[in-house]
């Protein structure tokens, strides 16, 4: 399996003498460097032991751009009983600012699935920001000042990890706006995400039940 990013490339088998191989015919088509074992790929730190492999991002320069590096720290993303909207005669902020914290969200939602929701939410208000919309970017930049260290571990020969499985789960109605509901779903294997997504629904849901249909049916495909 290879995977190749503008000049960045990575790849991964079962077969020593196949890398050996694929380096070789490599080196000699293209102006290549062999730099070992994958360390670093596109800002995401790897490291691989006998436990099993564990990937990380470096938040803390997000923080320090922001100025939020000494932040006092929350556990939670958001205040459960908050609920964003559009609101034209609220308090706009610096639209630019709101932007480049967003961009940054979706930069460490690269291995850090627990951001999903909150970057799904707070970007559909990117046309006009208000002080309500930055206090949520804010308190999420705050929870990542508590979680710095948090990644992804994929551990190595756990038997009862080795199935692949699957979650689902909608927000009915989540967005006040337009009454749509937001969906998402997450696959794990040796006990980390592999893949996940969570956006809004295409249509809007007029029951809790038809809401966690979708979410199942887009989970399932």
Same mark, same amino acid.
């Given at each position: 399996m290879v995977s190749l990013y503008v000049d960045a490339l990575v790849f991964t088998g079962s077969n020593e =003498?196949?890398?050996a191989e694929f380096k070789a015919l490599m080196k000699r088509e293209f102006d290549m460097t062999d730099l070992g074992k994958m360390k670093f790929f596109l800002g995401v730190e *790897? *490291?691989? @032991?006998?436990e099993g492999i564990y990937l990380s991002q470096n938040a803390l320069e997000i923080l320090e751009r922001f100025g939020l590096e000494n932040? @006092?720290?929350v556990r939670n993303l958001m *205040?459960?009983?908050i609920k964003l909207m559009k609101n034209e005669?609220?308090?706009q902020v610096d639209m630019t600012q709101y932007k480049q914290m967003v961009c940054s969200f979706m930069y460490l939602s690269v291995n850090r699935s627990d951001l999903m929701f909150v970057v799904s939410l707070v970007s559909r208000y990117m046309e006009r920001p208000i002080s309500l919309h930055m206090q949520a970017i804010k308190r999420v930049l705050r929870n990542v000042k508590g979680s710095v260290d948090l990644g992804i571990c994929y551990k190595r020969g756990v038997a009862s990890d080795e199935m692949l499985m699957a979650f689902s789960d909608s927000d009915y109605v989540g967005d006040q706006d337009d009454r749509r509901s937001t969906f998402g779903y997450v696959f794990m294997? @040796?006990?980390g995400a592999v893949g996940w997504s969570l956006k809004k629904q295409p249509v809007v849901s007029l029951s809790?039940? =038809?809401a966690e249909f979708i979410s199942a049916a887009h989970c399932a495909c």
């Open positions: =003498e196949m890398f *790897v *490291v691989q @032991n006998d932040a @006092n720290s *205040v459960p009983s005669d609220g308090k294997l @040796n006990g809790t039940i =038809e």
